[in-house]
């Protein structure tokens, strides 16, 4: 599949863990792939750098439980092979589309990208995987289609947060299809060029650099393209707080926070915060899927 797009982060930048950089640099570079000025540096020496554990044990991931320790807990008991996406709705080739067929048609990178929770706190991951707009068009996308909705793998009895309220499940998210299909969108397979761990949202999650984190949807199931905006699981659960867009945008403070700045993972009690960058720091290349829009009222 073609590449589309090119990266200002580093090794130095994301959130590190000892063995994987003593290793030569995963694909970046020595594999062609052009990871080069993407957006607004950020030098190594602003962030506050992280362990592997701590990025694979501070997570929201409800489906296990609400506190941050939860997923990495209780998420053991996720199965996750065999693993299939249905794609449906406006699509040519709709079907089960089993998760190793997937992998074998696709290209799979390294995309080393900040992720921003809309909790106001922050770190650089280097995921692994394939743009999402790769996989919607080996589907095939009807005319018509304007929106694709996901939804969470929905199993109660490897889920024990499930068995509470905090959300209508299954997990449901959306994206507009000029988003879905922007180069910066990714399904993602690893960490590290490791397989995803199941409390980070394996096998196969979205990654959506420059909304908040809760876009991007772990565990993907379903995939259905539409000409409706689909109902995402935020914003039924209190849509006073929580948009359809949910861009990063240090202007729009959630009703309960700021949002101008962000806490760094790892950085420690006192670390110092620093200022939010609108879209992420992704404003370059996305700004113009919302030229027009009042982005103060698309929170």
């Not at 709705?89 to 074998?104: A, C, N």
């Not at 299909?181 to 420059?210: D, E, F, S």
Request: hydrophobic share 35%; net charge negative; glycine share 8%.
């Amino acid at each position: 599949m073609a590449h589309r797009w090119t990266n200002d982060l580093t090794h130095a930048d994301a959130t590190p863990e000892a063995a994987f950089l003593n290793r030569r640099h995963f694909m970046a570079g020595a594999m062609g792939l052009g990871l080069a000025a993407m957006a607004r540096p950020v030098a190594a020496e602003e962030l506050e750098l992280n362990s592997w554990e701590e990025i694979t044990n501070y997570n929201n991931y409800y489906e296990f439980g609400t506190r941050k320790e939860d997923p990495a807990k209780y998420a053991h008991r996720l199965t996750t092979e065999p693993w299939s996406v249905k794609i449906d709705g406006l699509v040519e080739r709709p079907g089960d589309y089993d998760f190793k067929d997937i992998l074998s048609e696709m290209t799979i990178e390294e995309r080393i990208y900040r992720f921003r929770c809309v909790e106001a706190w922050s770190m650089v991951v280097p995921w692994n995987g394939f743009e999402l707009a790769d996989l919607l068009n080996m589907a095939g996308v009807k005319e018509g289609a304007k929106y694709v909705a996901f939804e969470t793998l929905y199993r109660p009895e490897e889920m024990p947060g499930t068995q509470f309220p905090v959300l209508q499940w299954p997990y449901r998210e959306g994206l507009r299809l000029d988003e879905a299909m922007h180069p910066l969108t990714l399904m993602a397979t690893g960490i590290y060029g490791k397989p995803i761990p199941n409390q980070n949202g394996a096998p196969l999650r979205l990654v959506v650099p420059w909304k908040y984190g809760f876009k991007s949807i772990k565990s993907i199931v379903r995939i259905t393209l539409t000409d409706k905006e689909p109902p995402t699981s935020w914003n039924m659960a209190n849509a006073g707080e929580y948009g359809f867009y949910s861009n990063v945008n240090p202007n729009v403070d959630h009703p309960r926070w700021s949002q101008t700045s962000e806490r760094r993972l790892g950085g420690g009690l006192f670390a110092k915060r620093q200022p939010t960058l609108m879209f992420n720091g992704y404003e370059k290349e996305v700004a113009g899927l919302y030229e027009g829009m009042d982005l103060s009222k698309y929170y």
